[in-house]
């Protein structure tokens, strides 16, 4: 999944970041409103962090902006646990949960699952070759026992799948694993793909590649 992180306290959406990170999320990372509202146009991210105290323009400018252009984005707002009035505004324009500050890495993470559950309203399994897909858990599973495998080739699953049947580019899969702009070269994605690639063959799937243009999950022939 793609997050995108709004905080302006640099040491803590570091943290964030980083808690996701090690989670297998694609993070990026922002500290300004404006820079907020520009981005979050043009970006497919499946859930945002936003602190409501920015420079630019407030977190609650931001969340009106979304709302206004029809982005049901899962919004996770954080504020001071003083601040009530902050909190009640954020909820009325359209926010989906709050984190008062200071906060646990682990309560972030839970509700972070359960904003990215609440997304998916196309049911939490997905089958595809002799495989299924937990979207709640983030979980591959075979004959329903989990499969072992690293983090970073589950998340290239992951993109790969919420596409089948379409080309993923090098860029997305970057973007997915990384954020936005991570500066991560090509070869890192072509060793997960070739990687994930072994695992999965057997179970009924293939990774076909399309020169220069990307990747296509498909069932093996």
Known sequence: MLIAVVEDNKALAEGIANTLRDRGHGVDVLDDGLLAQSHLEDANADLVILDLALPGCSGLDVLKHMRARDDATPVLILTA??????RISGLDAGADDYLGKPFSMDELEARVRALLRRRER??????????????????LLVDGEPLDIPRRELAVFECLVQRKGRLVSKDM??????????????SVVEVYISRLRKRIEQHGLSIKTARGLGYRLEHAE
């Open 122 to 139: 196309t049911g939490a399994l997905e089958t595809i070759g002799l495989l299924t897909f937990d979207k709640d858990s983030r979980t």
């Open 173 to 186: 899969l970057v973007d997915f694993l990384y954020g936005t702009g991570a500066d991560v070269g090509d």
């Open 81 to 86: 646990k003083r601040d009530v009035e902050d």
